[in-house]
């Protein structure tokens, strides 16, 4: 398949600590990449996207940087809460391809 | 506004009968992407469908089909069901631009239990 996702690695941290999740992607063509949040049994809930003519995007208590040289994504979360936890996907958008390729989910787990 | 919705929330089938799942994509909205989530894994594509045709196909059999209604909405169905296929069946709704991306955003999914 074009995503993997064989043993979920996870992050823990304190309740109120900053959180990073990182991620590489696999195409150098793509260019728009998508973070999402994915409690049980729900759908992934989009966090914040950035596009491949920027490094950096903020968006309420998250950014995400990208690092194009070596085909990095990075998910900071301020402050993080008991309710962020969840598992997160990075998403690219593979170029001329039009689709979605997810990467390996990170569990989250915030301690209070 | 309404976001992305799918039916049924949950589904349970014998291996070899055939299933179809539904979703609305979200107002404004004229693509409708597929995908496949095995438990712990991520997301798997399937398929998109736009202006009623597929576009685009992931690695899936022929058992895996689809379709686009002129609103929108779209069908996912599958034939000949095995163990394998049990899993949680997303929808993701976009707006189209072809050579960009764009947001896409998830249904709740749909949870295949083949017994």
């Known amino acids: 398949g074009e995503s993997v996702g064989l043993h979920l690695p996870t992050l823990s941290v304190q309740e109120g600590d900053n959180s990073i999740i990182n991620c590489a992607y696999s195409n150098s063509a793509s260019d728009y990449f998508i973070w999402y949040k994915q409690e049980s049994g729900k759908g992934p809930q989009f966090i914040i996207d950035i596009r491949s003519n920027m490094d950096k995007r903020q968006g309420q208590r998250v950014t995400v940087l990208l690092n194009k040289t070596v085909k990095h994504l990075s998910l900071q979360i301020a402050a993080t809460q008991p309710g962020d936890s969840a598992v997160y996907f990075c998403?690219?958008?593979?170029?001329?391809?039009?689709?979605?390729?997810f990467g390996t989910g990170t569990l989250l787990a915030v301690q209070p | 506004d309404a976001g992305v919705t799918q039916s049924p929330t949950h589904l349970i089938k014998t291996r070899g009968q055939q299933v179809t799942l539904r979703c609305s994509p979200k107002?404004?909205?004229?693509?409708v992407s597929w995908y496949q989530q095995a438990l712990g894994q991520g997301p798997q594509f399937i398929f998109q469908y736009y202006e009623e045709e597929e576009r685009q196909r992931g690695n899936f059999p022929d058992r895996f089909s689809g379709h686009q209604f002129p609103n929108y909405s779209s069908e996912l169905n599958v034939n000949a069901l095995l163990l394998g296929d049990s899993a949680l069946y997303l929808c993701?709704?976009?707006?189209?631009?072809?050579?960009?991306?764009?947001?896409?955003?998830f249904g709740q999914g749909t949870r295949l239990t083949v017994v």
């Open positions: 998403a690219e958008w593979g170029g001329a391809t039009n689709k979605l390729i």
């Open positions: 107002s404004g909205h004229d693509t």
């Open positions: 993701a709704s976009s707006s189209l631009a072809p050579g960009l991306g764009t947001e896409a955003f």
